[in-house]
């Protein structure tokens, strides 16, 4: 390879790393302009009253705390029904499941399930859970939909977690005489926890901002009352923005609370994805310890 034919490479190098990183640079300025439009528009709003208090008023005053509570609810909901299930069905395919066509069929059916759109979601869970099961509009019809929005990204953040640990670890487990559950449990998921953690905590942070899916299941447009059990319909942060901004007859007082809600999710969801990269770099440390 002569000297031009070096240089040409170098350059064109050079473009395609710059390429890369304008783009990136783009993508980190699209986010910092979306970041601070809301909280340009809605800080403004944000005080103890704000997050402790009722709405009144026909929402055009008071706080959000019943939409706080019930987002709370519903996300708490899902991922303890979304996560148990995603992390054993993970465990099944690496560990268990004997690799052929059905297992590929299995991931296929995983991949395909993550790109529904989640209105769909919402349809399934009126039908099934609302209306089939009589659990009616509620926070349990609600977590059961919502757990089946994020039933994907944990089985496949928890499934590359585990194949991403050495079979070398499996190999000297089971060579000192441990079964293979042993080795799951006290080798191969310990190993796996950063990855497995860090995909629920972010699909919890995807369904702490879903709409659609609780629409049909557990949202309600506006409640004087607080849930009294699982059965009870809840309102929510994301509903609670969509209410503020398409309905009711005083904007210039409702739009500014659904910018100052706008402001308390998106803070909801930078903080799960801070503590996400903040457990995986614990878990991390004590991997290599």
């Known amino acids: 390879m002569n000297k031009k034919q070096l240089d040409f490479r170098h350059m064109i190098e050079k473009i395609v790393f710059s390429f890369f990183g304008f783009t990136m640079f783009l993508a980190l300025l699209a986010l910092v302009l979306i970041i601070f439009f809301i909280f340009k528009r809605g800080i403004g709003v944000i005080n103890w009253g704000f997050i402790s208090q009722m709405p009144r008023s026909g929402m055009t005053e008071g706080g959000i705390f019943p939409a706080l509570l019930g987002s709370f609810y519903l996300v708490?909901?899902?991922?303890?029904?979304?996560?148990?299930?995603?992390i054993f069905a993970a465990i099944y395919l690496t560990e268990y499941a004997k690799?052929?066509?059905?297992?590929?069929?299995?991931?296929?059916?995983?991949n395909n399930l993550a790109g529904v759109p989640s209105v769909v979601f919402g349809?399934?869970?009126?039908?099934?859970?609302?209306?089939?099961?009589?659990?009616?509009?509620?926070?349990?019809?609600?977590?059961?939909?919502?757990?089946?929005?994020?039933?994907?990204?944990?089985?496949?953040a928890s499934e590359e977690a585990l194949l991403a640990v050495p079979d070398e670890y499996r190999h000297a487990s089971l060579a000192i005489g441990a079964t293979r559950w042993q080795t799951v449990k006290k080798v191969v998921l310990p190993a796996a926890m950063p990855g497995i953690l860090t995909g629920c905590i972010l699909g919890i942070g995807r369904v702490a901002g879903e709409t659609a899916p609780i629409i049909f299941t557990a949202a309600t447009f506006f409640s004087m009352r607080l849930p009294s059990s699982i059965f009870s319909e809840v309102m929510a942060l994301p509903y609670?923005?969509?209410?503020?901004?398409?309905?009711?007859?005083?904007?210039?007082?409702?739009?500014?609370?659904a910018y100052g809600t706008a402001v308390v999710l998106l803070a909801l969801v930078l903080m799960i994805n801070l503590v996400a990269i903040i457990m995986r770099i614990k878990f991390n440390r004590m991997i290599k310890r």
């Open 99 to 110: 690799k052929g066509k059905g297992v590929r069929i299995i991931r296929i059916g995983v």
């Open 240 to 257: 609670h923005i969509y209410a503020l901004v398409t309905t009711g007859t005083m904007p210039y007082k409702q739009v500014p609370l």
């Open 76 to 86: 708490v909901g899902s991922i303890l029904f979304a996560a148990p299930l995603g």
């Open 123 to 156: 349809l399934f869970g009126l039908s099934v859970f609302v209306k089939y099961f009589g659990f009616g509009v509620s926070i349990l019809s609600g977590a059961a939909t919502l757990a089946i929005v994020i039933l994907p990204t944990i089985i496949r």
